[in-house]
């Protein structure tokens, strides 16, 4: 067995072995609050269960849709990332594919299938050129989109460059080798030897003459242009001996052309073997690249069909605690970091104000795939990973424009979820994303109270007792800046008539049979409150923390009282009055 075959057996097998240790740490591995609590064999049963109820039903179609629409002709990508990604994609994806195995697995794959098989026939030889040629092409218009007329929020990892280098580095070897293996002479007598059977000296030099006119090849003793007698005299040698097994290099014509190029140094680099040093970095690279595969940014060629046909199917069941537990993981997996994301996020533009990159959605996956996997980050880095998931809007831009096919929104949601639970007490939980947690309320199971209390206590230190009806009303002047009370005071409150309507609609009173024990003053009560210059006991109701901003009282009050931006002010005044006691 030849060391270049004992390289490509080790190198299946560890990529095998890779394969199925990043498959199965999909089950093991933990992000967000819903993977926090669900056991590994629960996680692996319900995706095994779920599986077969997919497969054994009629979305099996649905599957059988998505695999041939957005996995082979990458329909997703062409829609969501346009048509010259979509383009550098399908070149390098499926060049690069045929070139495994056809070429690369030949022995494996080719030689089975076509009995007849010479990688010097065509159209063979010609089709190695061709697809060696597409993969080239599809990284040029990478590069160029990347590099030369990238998004200025784009980031490039390394992980981005050793995806392009290691292609590049596979294809530029391969031509290089292809050419100086037709230049070089050892490899033509090896080639007599191994299979013409010559044994004339004269046929031997009138081939050899042929072949440098023809074929490229570079010979120390005969130069072009050759003699026509002789020249004929190989061309019936070689339409005897080599045509059955080799048509012309011109067909090859990637190898050709760099043959042309590197005529004038062909016979130094043969003699001080050339050859045997472009094979082995070629050999070598291409063995790196497969072994590499399940490590590296390359693994989303396996991640990423499996996210598209699992969320093709995706039901309610599929979305429960140990299916997305799973769900997340194999989602971060598939990120390619193409950036589509990132040019679609809402809240971008604060990313260049406050100067933190992990705002962007690309950067936030390659932050959760560190995360995920116990990787090291600094303090700085940790705190600014924690602002990238509050901030978000949830405004699902980037789950739309994901060419992957990833629920980024749900993913952020599910991770934001983890940190307020885990984290302890996080102001900016009170700003408008608390919107989102209310509306999934049901499907936080009991886990929705509990950081609203502590972050309630942090802020205001004796907490926020209800306030009963009857209880006394106490203004205390003190403590109140002419800024806030223009601030609080910015509408007119004789305009509201106790109409209630404000309290009727609000989704969160709706959630209590009892809301006054929980809430303490209602809307329309805070409302009535402020009317009377009573700003201290309504800064002092839990109503205006568990406020979701949704603005449905503010955009069904027939007086236009601007309900729910007074609430948010009495916010602001509860935690700037805080703020002053601990000063003093």
């Excluded at 309610?316 to 971060?332: F, Q, R, V, Y």
Aim: proline letters at 4%.
């Amino acid at each position: 067995m030849s060391p270049f075959t004992i390289l490509l057996y080790s190198s299946l097998l560890i990529c095998i072995v890779g394969l199925g240790y990043r498959i199965g740490s999909w089950f093991v591995l933990k992000v967000g609050a819903c993977g926090q609590t669900v056991s590994v064999p629960r996680r692996i049963s319900a995706f095994v269960k779920g599986l077969f109820r997919v497969v054994f039903s009629l979305k099996a179609l649905k599957l059988l849709q998505t695999f041939v629409i957005d996995i082979v002709f990458q329909r997703r990508i062409f829609v969501k990332a346009g048509f010259f990604r979509w383009l550098a994609h399908v070149l390098i994806f499926y060049g690069f594919l045929l070139l495994l195995f056809m070429h690369a697995l030949d022995n494996i794959i080719t030689q089975r299938l076509f009995p007849d098989y010479y990688s010097t026939l065509n159209p063979f030889l010609f089709l190695r050129s061709f697809l060696g040629l597409l993969v080239l092409t599809g990284l040029a218009i990478a590069v160029g989109r990347r590099f030369l007329s990238k998004h200025q929020r784009v980031k490039t990892t390394l992980m981005d460059k050793y995806a392009i280098f290691i292609v590049a580095l596979i294809i530029f070897s391969g031509v290089f080798l292809e050419g100086l293996t037709m230049t070089a002479h050892s490899e033509f007598e090896r080639m007599l030897e191994d299979y013409a059977g010559l044994y004339d000296e004269e046929e031997i030099k009138a081939l050899e003459g042929f072949w440098v006119e023809n074929f490229a090849l570079v010979s120390p003793t005969i130069h072009a242009p050759v003699n026509a007698e002789f020249l004929s005299l190989g061309a019936e040698v070689n339409e005897t001996n080599c045509m059955s097994c080799h048509v012309s290099n011109k067909w090859g014509f990637l190898g050709y052309g760099t043959a042309q190029l590197i005529r004038p140094f062909a016979v130094w680099l043969d003699q001080n073997g050339g050859v045997t040093l472009f094979r082995y970095i070629h050999f070598i690279s291409c063995f790196l690249g497969l072994a590499m595969l399940p490590f590296t940014k390359m693994f989303h060629m396996v991640s990423v069909p499996i996210i598209m046909l699992v969320n093709a199917v995706r039901t309610d069941e599929i979305s429960a605690p140990e299916n997305l537990a799973t769900l997340n993981i194999m989602e971060i997996d598939a990120c390619t970091h193409c950036g589509v994301c990132t040019q679609s996020c809402s809240a971008a533009m604060m990313s260049e104000v406050v100067g933190n990159e992990y705002i962007l959605p690309s950067e936030k996956m390659q932050a959760l795939k560190k995360l995920m996997r116990k990787r090291k980050i600094n303090q700085k880095e940790w705190d600014a990973v924690r602002q990238g998931v509050y901030v978000c809007t949830s405004c699902e831009r980037c789950t739309v424009a994901c060419p992957s096919g990833i629920r980024l929104k749900d993913l952020w949601e599910n991770v934001r979820e983890d940190l307020i639970q885990s984290h302890g007490p996080e102001s900016s939980m009170l700003s408008p994303f608390s919107f989102v947690r209310g509306m999934h309320r049901d499907t936080l199971s009991g886990m929705y109270e509990k950081p609203v209390r502590e972050t309630l206590n942090a802020v205001c230190r004796n907490g926020h007792p209800g306030i009963k009806d009857d209880a006394p009303l106490v203004f205390d002047k003190g403590g109140q800046s002419e800024r806030t009370q223009k601030l609080i005071y910015a509408s007119d409150f004789a305009a509201c008539f106790d109409c209630r309507n404000c309290t009727l609609i609000c989704p969160v009173v709706a959630s209590y049979e009892k809301p006054e024990e929980t809430l303490g003053m209602l809307p329309h009560q805070i409302m009535c409150s402020l009317g009377l210059n009573l700003i201290e006991p309504a800064s002092q109701s839990p109503m205006i923390w568990y406020c979701l901003t949704c603005y449905q009282c503010q955009e069904h009050c027939p007086q236009n009282v601007p309900v729910c931006d007074l609430l948010y002010s009495l916010k602001n005044y509860a935690v700037n009055k805080e703020r002053k006691l601990e000063e003093t």
